[in-house]
């Protein structure tokens, strides 16, 4: 990658992603914005060179990918970030929220979300996508990922 692009300044990470076009969409608009992706835990599908190929991810190369076992992994490789957690239980909107370079925007896993141990935990840092239609379950995930993103980077500017 050439240092002189402009980085988001940003990171994401997914836990335990279980549908790989959304982790397909969410890379390409991680390449897109020169945001380093995480993947944390088990993950619902492959991503070695062959299942990438076969699924038609030819911009793959261009993102920058880490991998890790779990949660705790994930805080020791990024110690300069603070890690905001994305979460339909979330209270506090994230248009509301002063982000920061080096920020960790962490979304959890289609079917549950986040863990609630860990949302209770990091309830000050807890963020919420508002939906109108309360008869709405959650946002698709790629979609979260990508509202919260472009906002951050709004924000950073």
């Known amino acids: 990658m050439n240092d002189e692009v402009q980085k988001s ?17 969410i890379a390409r608009t991680c390449a897109a914005t020169f945001t380093p992706l ?5 993950l619902g599908f492959r991503t070695d060179e062959k299942a990438v190929r076969r699924a038609g991810l030819d911009y793959w190369q261009e993102v920058e990918i880490h991998y890790h076992l779990d949660i705790e992994e994930l805080y020791r490789s990024l110690p300069q970030s603070r890690f905001l957690y994305f979460s339909t239980k979330g209270e ?32 000050d840092r807890c963020l919420t996508i508002p939906m109108l239609n309360g008869r709405i ?14 906002e951050a980077m709004r924000r950073l500017k």
């Open 92 to 123: 506090r909107p994230y248009t509301d929220f002063r982000y920061e370079v080096n920020d960790c925007l962490v979304f959890g896993r289609e079917t549950r979300g986040l863990p609630e141990e860990l949302l209770r935990t990091n309830w």
């Open 38 to 42: 995480h993947l944390v835990g088990k």
């Open 137 to 150: 379950r959650s946002l698709n995930l790629a979609t979260s990922v990508g509202i919260a993103l472009y």
């Open 9 to 25: 300044g940003l990171h994401i990470a997914l836990v335990e992603p279980e549908i790989p076009p959304n982790t397909g969409n």
